[in-house]
């Protein structure tokens, strides 16, 4: 009957970590393959996929090409600063880079082309560039979820082991 009733409340404290990490901390629990975190300004930076970065405004999504109403895709190196999203973007179609200001005042969105570069080169530079968003995204991210999962589960598994030492 131990056994089971530790699977249950290791299963119910990952339960409680999604929601907690969803509902409280604005992000995602750790466990996705989607992962995103909600920055200060109620903007959304995130990975389709782990591949593909995006930042959202408030109420929008993300859709097909890769910058629109609300959002920008296919991120490699993104900073904010005064009120702009300023970064390099990869456009699938035309195997390009360019750079990009999204406005998060007036969500105007304007772009002017870089230059070739490979896939494989762009994705390298959005996982380990110097100003990858994914630099800008273990800035925000929170990890106190982390810790209630932690005591959720020392706290419980503890407890279970406690009443069976001591029956």
Not at 101 to 127: H, M, V
Request: hydrophobic fraction near 40%; proline fraction near 5%; aromatic fraction near 16%.
């Amino acid at each position: 009957m131990a056994p089971f009733i530790g699977l249950v409340w290791l299963v119910f404290a990952l339960l409680l970590h999604v929601e907690t990490s969803n509902r409280l901390a604005h992000q995602d629990c750790g466990l996705s393959g989607d992962p995103y975190v909600t920055l200060p300004n109620g903007y959304v930076l995130g990975s389709h996929n782990t591949y593909d970065g995006y930042i959202k405004a408030p109420g929008y999504e993300t859709d097909v090409p890769v910058a629109g109403p609300g959002y920008v895709r296919s991120i490699i190196d993104l900073q904010f600063t005064d009120g702009n999203f300023v970064g390099t973007q990869f456009d699938f179609k035309t195997s390009s880079v360019r750079r990009f200001i999204y406005d998060t005042r007036t969500q105007e969105f304007s772009s002017s082309p870089e230059g070739p570069l490979s896939w494989d080169a762009a994705n390298t530079n959005a996982q380990e560039g110097a100003n990858s968003y994914w630099k800008l995204y273990a800035q925000y991210r929170h990890y106190w979820p982390n810790y209630i999962l932690l005591v959720l589960i020392i706290a419980g598994e503890g407890s279970i082991g406690f009443w069976v030492w001591k029956a």
